[in-house]
């Protein structure tokens, strides 16, 4: 299971343009009500604030993980946002965070959703490589090659 694989085009944001947790993580959710993939998104906000007070989920070099599982859902969504200027997600360093990786999965899947989060964390290791990359991408299709090439790099 590769991540490219699992992203999918229309579910990437590439102009974010909150500046804090709660508005990235309203924005996120707003983009997935308006695709109508949710419906309670109410809900969904509260499972991710509550999941992010507990441990950020900012790590360095600028990415973060929000997830969380819902039983609205049938199959695990992957959300890729990009904030060109950042935005204060509580980050374990404290600097802005730049790329999104939001994971919602259905509740009775938490393997799935854990094997999700390992593939996102791995490609989150690439830190500033990757972050640079995908800041510098226009559309879709170029964030998602550039995510698969650096799938294939270092394998």
Known sequence: MRLSNLLKKDLIITNLTQ??????????IGFLKKKKLISDHKDLFKK??????QVTTAIADGIAIPHCKSKEIEES????GISKEGANFNSI??????????????LELSSHHLQILALVAHMAKKGEHLRDRLLKKESEEEIIKAIREEETTHE
């Open 77 to 80: 969504i992957i959300v890729l």
């Open 48 to 53: 991710l604030l509550e999941r992010e007070k």
């Open 93 to 106: 360093n404290g600097k802005p965070t730049h790329i999104f990786f939001l994971v919602i999965s259905p």
């Open 19 to 28: 500046k804090d947790r709660e508005g990235i993580l309203q924005e996120m």
